[in-house]
């Protein structure tokens, strides 16, 4: 993973800054300072990599892979096999895990929120998303079978 650092302003803290990587993830950050271990860092980066694999995020670009077929009319592509196999594993993997954490599962790893945002944005207090974040990723660990 390659570095991308900037400088940031402090918000209520007059002039001090600090310098950020936007190169690095939610989850390694948090895997950099020791809130998660590797074998969760591991099955959070293997659930990233099924919900790339299977397109599931926005698409934010024009999609060039779509046949015209007159006016207005367009065909979409079939997924491959292995976006499909990615579709199925990461619903699996999210049933695995539960309703109950799957929801700051998904903000913190596929969303790529920070953990305080998730908080936030779920009504938790601070600090309840640290432990909900690791059953999450151990519930996770277990369905990809990571030891």
Not at 64 to 83: F, H, I, L, M, N
Request: proline share 4%; glycine share 10%; net charge positive.
């Amino acid at each position: 993973m390659g570095r991308v650092l900037v400088e940031r302003a402090l918000k209520g803290a007059g002039n001090r800054s600090v310098t950020v990587n936007l190169a690095e993830s939610s989850l390694s950050w948090l895997a950099s300072r020791g809130r998660i271990g590797d074998r969760q860092l591991l099955a959070g980066e293997t659930l990233r990599a099924d919900w790339e694999r299977a397109r599931l995020g926005p698409s934010v670009t024009m999609r060039w892979d779509v046949a015209p077929r007159g006016p207005g009319k367009s065909v979409a592509p079939d997924p491959t096999t292995s976006q499909l196999d990615a579709k199925r594993r990461f619903d699996a993997a999210i049933a695995h895990v539960g309703s109950g954490l799957s929801d700051v599962l998904w903000r913190v790893v596929c969303a790529d929120e920070g953990l305080a945002e998730a908080e936030r944005g779920l009504g938790w207090p601070a600090r309840a998303g640290k432990l909900v974040l690791g059953l999450a990723l151990d519930r996770l660990a277990d369905f990809y079978r990571i030891r």
